[in-house]
């Protein structure tokens, strides 16, 4: 992950491919669970995704407080400077 652009645009993409959110409906300010209709069983398969894509551990509790695309980008981001 380069910035905060391609993190941005890789979620997008798995947010299209893997939960059939229509790419419309994603922005920063988007509420995974209110606007995306996400559950929690798709939040773990969300951080097992990027999990895989960053090569990077991601602890439940880090993502807790994740609510909005913005945060996810956040939380990635975080990681990815670890």
């Known amino acids: 992950m380069k910035d905060r652009n391609e ?10 491919t893997m939960f059939e959110i229509d790419e419309a409906d994603i922005s920063l300010d988007a509420h995974l669970y ?3 209709d996400l559950d929690s069983i798709d939040a773990v398969d969300l951080v097992v995704k ?3 894509i960053t090569g990077k551990k991601i602890e439940p509790e880090d993502f807790k407080q994740v609510r909005t ?5 956040d939380a990635v981001e975080k990681l990815a400077v670890n």
């Open 34 to 36: 209110n606007d995306m």
């Open 69 to 73: 695309v913005k945060d996810v980008v």
């Open 7 to 16: 993190i941005y645009q890789m979620l997008s993409e798995i947010l299209v």
């Open 50 to 52: 990027l999990r895989e």
